[in-house]
């Protein structure tokens, strides 16, 4: 039946149309979004989801989170959420940035921050521009001093995650931290 309908449509002269979506201008009038506007709204609702104050409660949140921040950067970006006892969102920071397959980072800086919000606890993150979350060997040691600084202070890192095109790696759920 869906044959015979495709059929007849076509005969017609009538083309399959693509999935769009549209938007209304400042005029009011509705025209189709660019791919760049879609980008910017997908954004813009992941972004409200994290505001101030909300909850960070699994690895999943973690890594919506981060991809939106970092998937895109075209160099190594080196990011932590301060969260308090709760695991309430205090503030968000892009703290170090660096090449194509390097950022140098400070834990003495990081530790400044973490003070600075008054964090009980953070989740650290970077991306690899390269598209491969894998960690290597110089994540796994940053991470220990990073450790071992906030403990000094009594904030906890509860997790680095590692972001990649598309997907993301948690030291946490690998058991490096």
Partial sequence: ??????????????????????????????????????????????ARRFRHGES??????????????LALQQREVFAALFLNEKHRILGYEELFFGTINSAPIFPRILAQKALTYNAAAL????????????????DKKITTRIIEALALIDVRLIDHIVVGDGNCVSFAECGFI
């Fill in 1 to 46: 039946m869906q044959n015979r309908f495709c059929s007849a449509v076509s005969s017609l002269g009538v083309k399959a149309m693509k999935p769009m979506l549209m938007i209304q201008d400042a005029s009011g009038e509705y025209r189709v979004a660019s791919s760049e506007e879609i980008l910017s709204a997908a954004k813009g609702v992941i």
């Fill in 56 to 69: 960070i409660t699994c690895v999943k949140t973690c890594f919506e989170f981060f991809t939106q921040k």
């Fill in 123 to 138: 989740v650290v993150a970077h991306n690899h521009p390269s598209g491969v979350p894998e960690p290597s060997e110089s």
